[in-house]
């Protein structure tokens, strides 16, 4: 089991390092400034709509690190308390292998249908990470939302379907 734990680790760093309390905004709950730069890479995708269908009403856009690869854009109350990540990214790991990695840590996967050959739904709750994974080609693709701080998940199908909408998006513009 440790072994596996391990090759998830390395296999989805990408996305869980996204997630991390670490780096700019990514505080207990301070004060975290807004992005307010013209972003052009894939945080450009995510808009307060996406926000308000993942955490409710009361949360805004914060910190963004940006590229044309991945994107993890923080999720703060209106007050400027950090409350969560929105990742976008890509990686050369296998669609297979992802899916062998979250069966052997008894991760709960659901199909989701349209999004490219296969995708799935995975969720972590002990550490309120919940993406969606999309083959792609040789690798996969991710969108995955991380809560903390007190902040709340809506019911799963509500967070499958604004996870979906993200990723349908994201599909179109890569």
Known sequence: MIAARFLLASTCVVAL?????????????????????????LCRLVTADHVTALF?????????????????YGVDTTEGGSRGRIYLGGSG???????????????????VAGLGSR??????????????????????????????NGAVPPAEADLIAALTTLAEEYLAAV
């Open 119 to 148: 995708a799935h739904f995975t969720a972590d709750d002990s550490k309120q990470q919940y993406w969606i994974v999309i083959e792609d080609g040789t690798g996969s693709l991710s969108v995955l939302v991380q809560f903390k």
């Open 56 to 72: 409710g009403p009361g949360y805004v856009l914060g910190d963004a690190e940006d590229s044309d690869a991945s994107c993890n």
């Open 93 to 111: 790991i296998s669609y297979d292998k992802t899916v062998e990695d979250s069966t052997a840590l008894g991760q709960p996967m659901t199909d």
């Open 17 to 41: 390092a996204a997630c991390s309390d670490s780096g700019p905004g990514s505080d207990a709950g301070g004060d975290s400034p807004a992005t307010t730069v013209a972003l052009t890479g």
